[in-house]
């Protein structure tokens, strides 16, 4: 099984709202990622989880703010966002074992800030 | 970090192969080529990866030159669902940055009937 899943599909909301994007996956994976795309762009790293310590951040907006509560799950919890925020919020998992990482991904949540 | 350079589209009729090409021309000796897919809307699909050698698995070819400077993805048979965006990338390999992908702008392969 190679199932990122994540909830919920779409989301629309306004500025001053706070939401959650989540993410679940059972495969064993150590490292856990969340990425932003932008229409017709490559994803763009945002945060990355191993061991359910955070490990890297591309300096992402204190707006975003990320959560790993356990090795399968991930969150990104969502305040003030701003319109050009919207986009495709994609989360991938990749065992973190060393020389190899291949990641597997989600398909998304499509994120509409009004 | 290593680049890739991808012609932006490409087209190719079904049944026939497709050969992507990659060019990575800075690839450092212990850097991987990685290939993955977008199906529009949909998250990314790993594909195949190289280190020198030329791999195959059930989904593709992966062909390296012997300089590493460049690659090609061949899908073998294509058909319609392989329409896609196609990323060649390179895996960073700074000390504790291992997981990072260095996405190119991949190339938009429209596989025609």
């Known amino acids: 099984d190679t199932e990122v899943t994540q909830t919920p599909k779409h989301l629309v909301m306004g500025m001053t709202n706070k939401k959650s994007l989540k993410c679940e996956q059972h495969?064993?994976?150590?490292?856990m990622y969340w990425y932003k795309q932008k229409a017709k762009k490559p994803p763009e790293l945002m945060f990355v989880?191993?061991?359910?310590?955070?490990?890297i951040n591309e300096s992402v907006p204190s707006r975003f703010s990320p959560e790993c509560p356990n090795s399968s799950l991930l969150n990104l919890h969502l305040h003030a966002l701003q319109p050009e925020d919207s986009a495709l919020y994609l989360c991938?998992?990749?065992?973190?074992?060393?020389?190899?990482?291949?990641?597997?991904f989600g398909p998304g949540t499509r994120l509409t800030v009004l | 970090d290593a680049k890739t350079t991808q012609p932006p589209s490409m087209d190719c009729a079904e049944g026939r192969a497709a050969n992507l090409p990659c060019n990575h021309s800075?690839?450092?000796?212990?850097?991987?080529v990685y290939w993955y897919r977008q199906i529009h809307s949909q998250g990314p699909q790993y594909i195949i990866h190289?280190?020198?050698?030329?791999e195959t698995n059930e989904m593709a070819s992966l062909i390296i030159t012997e300089d590493r400077k460049s690659s090609t993805l061949i899908l073998p048979h294509a058909t319609l669902r392989d329409t896609a965006v196609y990323y060649c990338?390179?895996?960073?390999?700074?000390?504790?940055?291992?997981?990072?992908?260095?996405w190119g702008l991949g190339t938009s392969l429209a596989v025609n009937p």
């Open positions: 190289g280190l020198k050698n030329n």
């Open positions: 991938a998992s990749s065992q973190d074992s060393g020389s190899v990482e291949t990641q597997y």
């Open positions: 495969m064993g994976h150590r490292a």
């Open positions: 989880y191993s061991y359910e310590k955070l490990s």
């Open positions: 800075t690839i450092s000796g212990n850097e991987y």
């Open positions: 990338i390179v895996r960073a390999v700074n000390a504790g940055n291992n997981r990072k992908l260095i």
